[in-house]
């Protein structure tokens, strides 16, 4: 089974422009979590999304940045006009559906985002 | 806020030492518990899980400890190996002892074992 997808694992972008973040969980999942890793700190919760639903976003700055989860295809972690504190490395993670008993969330190796 | 701590920042052990990673938790709520490792360049990877309604488990040369009187986990590796050597981190959630939720992350452990 392959692993959580993320891509692109590394993304340049310039400030004031928008970067995407595309994360594929694992087959038969669909819960997805992002989080921010700072250098030398422990990952800070963003985001959970069911399918087509935004569960708990209580961790995701309210202005430029938004998350999906569609139907079809991976969620997205969407960060608009871009600023230096946004680099960081962002990790996806899924689990699958509640009650196929309980599972650790997994993670995917994340994309390194570095604002010049 | 509430938040989940480490207590040692860097641990260094010799090949075939145990090793023992501590770690602090602040939330009484909190009912599920797990630790990863993470390796330079990769994502968390899942090492051993924990609810609160058990005070250990084990699993292949791991083995997790919760005290909630104190609030504190630990995590006990049998016969390190160089290919332990990763950063450690605990976290916890209250999603009704399941990590269907949002995960809290402790600042994380630095282990480095030497042959």
New interface residues.
């Given amino acids: 089974n392959a692993g959580v997808m993320q891509n692109p694992r590394h993304l340049v972008r310039r400030r004031g422009q928008e970067a995407r973040l595309r994360c594929s969980p694992m087959k038969g999942h669909s819960h997805v979590y992002w989080y921010r890793q700072l250098p030398e700190e422990g990952l800070k919760f963003m985001v959970y999304l069911q399918k087509e639903n935004i569960i708990d976003e209580s961790g995701m700055p309210k202005e430029r940045f938004s998350a999906e989860f569609p139907k079809e295809g991976p969620s997205i972690l969407r960060i608009q006009q871009v600023v230096r504190g946004d680099s960081a490395a962002y990790f996806c993670a899924s689990s699958p559906p509640s009650g196929q008993g309980n599972q650790p969330q997994h993670f995917g190796d994340g994309t390194r985002l570095s604002i010049l | 806020g509430e938040s989940?701590g480490l207590h040692l920042p860097t641990l260094s052990v010799q090949e075939g030492d145990n090793s023992i990673i501590n770690c602090a938790y602040s939330n009484s709520a909190s009912d599920?518990f797990?630790w990863?490792k993470q390796e330079s360049?990769?994502?968390?990877?899942?090492i051993i899980?924990i609810?609160s309604n058990m005070d250990k488990r084990q699993g292949q040369r791991v083995t997790v400890l919760l005290n909630k009187t104190v609030k504190h986990l630990s995590l006990q590796i049998a016969a390190t190996q160089p290919g332990d050597s990763a950063v450690y981190?605990c976290?916890e959630s209250n999603a009704g002892?399941?990590?269907?939720?949002?995960?809290?992350?402790?600042?994380?452990t630095i282990l480095t074992v030497h042959p």
């Fill in positions: 989940v599920y797990i990863y360049g990769k994502g968390p990877q899942f899980d609810r981190f976290a002892g399941t990590s269907y939720g949002k995960l809290t992350f402790g600042q994380g």
